[in-house]
């Protein structure tokens, strides 16, 4: 089960959100709704402003119906926002219209495992969605970096800030990746492999979130945790 007091310890050490998922169960892994809802509001009572996201799991691409369903399961929890992945494909445009149509603070995740296609960018901005992410699925193959160059990275930000839309990266990011994140200056970045000891799917500890701080300060505006389940 989700460990509360991970998350705890992730927000005393600074991080400005708090992502909510299982990663044993995929790269956008879902927790059951009853244990974000319960996360969530014992988290309100200590850090009231703390915005808290959640995904939705890994869906089939095209499941149009999956991502409503738990989309709006997960977003009844009271979280801040509902992050749903897009593959690429001729589905993706379809995904993000019927995302938007939802009620919630939607933040697609595009996985970009194959390269980022920055027309797919254009279009979640110009849908006007809370926030728009680069993320990679397969983490065992490596980081962000390997998968997007940081030129179509930037043009990502760029195009997300011309529509005043949030922008934020992750997958498999590392403290050598630091350099890179505060290139880019992203809203936020979505750090989980770092703060482990170990594997993503090890304990997350308060000291690396602190340390990552200091690293990123002046370049990044926000760390993004993933607090761990318990073993």
């Known amino acids: 089960m989700r460990d509360l007091a991970e998350a705890r310890e992730a927000a005393a050490a600074g991080a400005d959100f708090i992502d909510l998922k299982e990663p044993r169960a995929g790269a956008l892994g879902a927790l059951p709704a009853t244990r974000v809802a319960s996360i969530v509001g014992a ?17 089939r691409p095209g499941d149009h119906a999956a991502v409503a369903h738990h989309a709006n399961r997960i977003g009844r929890c009271g979280v801040d926002y509902v992050k749903a992945g897009v593959a690429p494909g001729p589905t993706a445009r379809e995904t993000l219209e019927r995302m938007r149509a939802l009620r919630w603070n939607m933040v697609p995740v595009l996985l970009c495992d194959d390269g980022l296609d920055l027309r797919l960018v254009e279009y979640a901005c110009e849908l006007k969605f809370a926030g728009v992410m680069a993320d990679t699925q397969r983490k ?6 390997h998968c997007v160059p940081l030129a179509v990275l930037d043009s990502m930000v760029q195009i997300a ?3 005043e839309v949030m922008v934020g990266i992750a997958g498999a990011l590392r403290v050598e990746h630091v350099p890179r994140v505060r290139a880019l200056l992203p809203d936020f970045a979505g750090f989980r492999s770092a703060l482990c000891d170990g594997a993503r ?12 701080r200091v690293a990123l300060k002046g370049g990044v505006e926000a760390v993004s945790c993933e607090p761990l389940q318990a073993a």
Do not use: C, K, N, Q
């Not at 988290?43 to 996201?53: A, G, K």
């Not at 799917?201 to 990552?212: I, K, S």
């Open 140 to 145: 065992e193959a490596g980081s962000l970096f």
């Open 201 to 212: 799917t090890g304990r997350l500890e308060g000291e690396r979130v602190r340390a990552l």
């Open 43 to 59: 988290l309100r009572e200590s850090y009231p402003d703390l915005p808290v996201s959640a995904t939705i799991g890994d869906l």
């Open 161 to 163: 800030r011309a529509h």
